[in-house]
């Protein structure tokens, strides 16, 4: 099956540029998703790239991507503290239907 | 527009016992799929079905089963409950296009004791 890679945490001072890393292995994937999940909730989706184009920006979020080495990164810019939480990417696995596999998920925590 | 709502958000259960989870869908989806999350294992999913039909199914044993009703609802049983089934269970709908987003409830967390 596909893979998704992400390092497991990640620290930064409030105010500060945060940017989360993942990799993945479908090279057919056609949008590629990242995801926040706050303690004890469920997954929140920030935002979402096509697979042809190269960056997208919503307003403090910039996504990159990187199709030729199926790297993606999500930048987030003067990070504050209610930033802090885990933030998944996800590829959609499936040719029929909808089978998203998502990464360990990058636990990020924003320092005073 | 509400969002996602799975019912009930905690259980408690003993081996060997059976349970079901709740999800009501965005209204208008038709696709819910659902997902385990565990520390170790991270989010694994368990199915996805669209129009009352399971259209796609993760590597999960028989005892994990699910449906989907006309209204778009869906439940997901699981049955003779063991230690390792403790998780957050996720439901997410979504228009049901291969790329369409998922949209997440908050989770059922359920505890085999």
């Known amino acids: 099956g596909e893979d998704v890679e992400q390092s497991l945490f990640l620290s930064v001072r409030e105010g500060d540029s945060s940017v989360i890393n993942c990799t993945y292995t479908?090279?057919?994937?056609?949008?590629l998703y990242w995801y926040k999940q706050e303690p004890g909730a469920g997954l929140q989706l920030l935002t979402y790239?096509?697979?042809?184009?190269d960056m997208k920006q919503d307003q403090r979020l910039t996504v990159l991507l990187n199709k030729k080495d199926k790297h993606l990164s999500l930048r987030i810019a003067d990070t504050q503290t209610g930033d802090s939480a885990i933030y998944f990417c996800a590829e959609s696995e499936s040719n029929y239907g909808q089978n998203f596999v998502f990464g360990p998920g990058t636990r990020l925590s924003v320092l005073p | 527009k509400a969002g996602v709502t799975q019912t009930p958000r905690y259980l408690i259960k003993t081996r060997g016992q059976q349970v079901t989870l709740s999800c009501s869908p965005i209204?208008?989806?038709?696709?819910v799929s659902w997902y385990q999350q565990t520390p170790g294992q991270g989010l694994q999913f368990l199915f996805e079905?669209?129009?009352?039909?399971?259209?796609n199914k993760g590597n999960f044993p028989g005892r994990f089963s699910g449906r989907q009703f006309s209204n778009s609802r869906s439940e997901m049983n699981v049955s003779t409950l063991e230690l390792g089934d403790s998780a957050l269970y996720l439901c997410?709908?979504?228009?049901?296009?291969?790329?369409?987003?998922?949209?997440f409830g908050n989770g059922t967390r359920l505890t085999v004791t």
């Open positions: 479908d090279s057919s994937s056609t949008y």
């Open positions: 790239i096509f697979s042809n184009m």
């Open positions: 997410a709908s979504s228009l049901g296009g291969r790329d369409s987003p998922l949209h």
């Open positions: 079905y669209f129009s009352e039909t399971q259209r």
């Open positions: 209204s208008g989806h038709r696709s």
